[in-house]
């Protein structure tokens, strides 16, 4: 059977949520996924004086463990405008992964938040992507037949590019409805790549 990684850093819950959302999507698609996330870089007393979330239930990946998965989706906040260091960090350690050409041909997508509309979501996107595409990766988007991303009536993220959510500079906005559908989408539609391709 097949099987997807939702793979996500998260410091204040935002992209966790977005994370357990895409995976039920995947899921609901009928093919088998895990969520696990990359370790934090923070010192745990810096990290709680600053308020991050380090109660998270995902297990911590090892970079080893990719090959072991059909798709690969990859989600981090923004820090400004690019992937945060504790991603960057772990993908820093695929080397022997890309030497071996370990990942071509798996399918990858990604997915973000930021704290304003206009805080980085694509560029983050793309900073994110590179890494799959270095892999060998067959990248897909949010296509466009997810109609939430058109809205215009509220704050709302998502883009062709990937699932994303808007957080409020002080973090005090949660994923909505439509940003969460966005995300289940997501997770359906690599699942469905998955199944073809495989």
């Not at 995976?23 to 745990?44: H, I, M, N, S, Y």
């Not at 072991?68 to 991603?87: C, H, K, N, S, W």
């Not at 997501?186 to 469905?192: D, M, P």
């Amino acid at each position: 059977m097949s099987k997807i990684l939702v793979l996500y850093y998260s410091s204040y819950g935002h992209v966790e949520t977005m994370a357990h959302n895409i995976a039920e999507g995947v899921r609901a698609a009928g093919v088998d996924v895990v969520v696990k996330r990359v370790p934090e870089l923070v010192p745990e007393d810096a990290a709680r004086a600053n308020h991050f979330k380090l109660e998270q239930e995902a297990p911590v990946a090892s970079p080893d463990e990719l090959v072991e998965y059909d798709g690969i989706i990859v989600g981090a906040p923004t820090r400004f405008g690019r992937l945060p260091a504790q991603m960057a960090n772990f993908w820093d350690q695929t080397g022997g992964l890309w030497a071996n050409g370990q990942l071509i041909g798996k399918v990858g997508a990604v997915f973000t938040s930021t704290a304003t509309q206009h805080g980085g979501q694509e560029t983050t996107l793309y900073s994110l992507m590179s890494n799959l595409l270095h892999h060998g990766m067959v990248i897909s988007g949010l296509p466009y037949s997810f109609q939430g991303q058109m809205r215009n009536d509220e704050v709302v993220g998502g883009s062709p590019y990937g699932a994303t959510t808007v957080a409020n500079g002080d973090g005090s906005r949660q994923p909505s409805e439509t940003e969460l559908e966005g995300a289940r989408f997501l997770g359906g539609h690599v699942a469905g790549l998955v199944k073809k391709l495989a």
